[in-house]
């Protein structure tokens, strides 16, 4: 079954594109979305470049496209339609867990363009699903944060064991940062040639989030 993914760069859409494929998906190409005044991906704040370069190391095609704020569900389904169109794909892998809203949209917007949503990680504990992350190699860096959460100082934090015991510590955030809480750069793993090469730059306070600059 030859599918897409919607690729934020993070360790979610990260994690439920590798399920996909060992589930036997045929994962024919990695959908990400910038910003159309940014050109940074959207809720990341990460640069079109820097995923370019993490996606090449995945040899897997990517697609990447600038949004509108307005209509983006509309011309989300016109990339779908002509992607279905020319490629004959048939389902698209999300990387969301549990989020009933965001089901109920992904649910909808599926049926209307008749193809299959797919989701690895829905409904799975998030406590579970960081740990599967570790474990498997995967390697990642918290990229940007809800100010109203995690400060500034998390920026650049490796998700990893110790990370996952800091954040239960603090009991109010979800391992996963599946509210917004946080959001994560993956650079290596189990699906990548070799580690993405880059370097940490500026913290920047925007809009109420913390995001770190990758150079």
Request: net charge positive; hydrophobic share 40%.
């Amino acid at each position: 079954m030859k599918v897409i993914g919607l690729w934020s760069g993070g360790k979610d859409s990260c994690l439920a594109c590798y399920k996909a494929k060992l589930q036997g998906y045929n994962l024919f190409s990695l959908f990400n979305f910038t910003d159309a005044s940014s050109r940074n991906s959207l809720s990341h704040g990460l640069s079109s470049q820097i995923i370019r370069k993490q996606v090449f190391l995945l040899d897997i095609p990517l697609f990447q496209k600038a949004m509108p704020k307005q209509n983006y569900r509309d011309e989300f389904k016109n990339v779908i339609n002509e992607w279905k169109k020319n490629v004959d794909i048939s389902g698209i892998v999300f990387g969301d867990i549990y989020l009933q809203e965001h089901k109920d949209w992904i649910d909808k917007v599926c049926s209307e363009l008749n193809v299959e949503p797919i989701l690895p990680l829905w409904k799975e504990d998030t406590r579970d699903l960081i740990n599967v992350f570790i474990k498997a190699g995967f390697k990642a860096k918290i990229v940007s944060t809800n100010a109203k959460f995690l400060g500034k100082e998390w920026l650049g934090r490796e998700v990893d064991r110790m990370l996952v015991k800091d954040l239960e510590n603090l009991g109010n955030i979800d391992l996963c940062g599946e509210k917004g809480e946080f959001h994560t750069f993956v650079y290596a793993g189990p699906i990548f040639r070799r580690p993405v090469e880059f370097a940490m730059g500026r913290k920047v306070l925007k809009d109420k989030h913390w995001f770190l600059e990758l150079t």
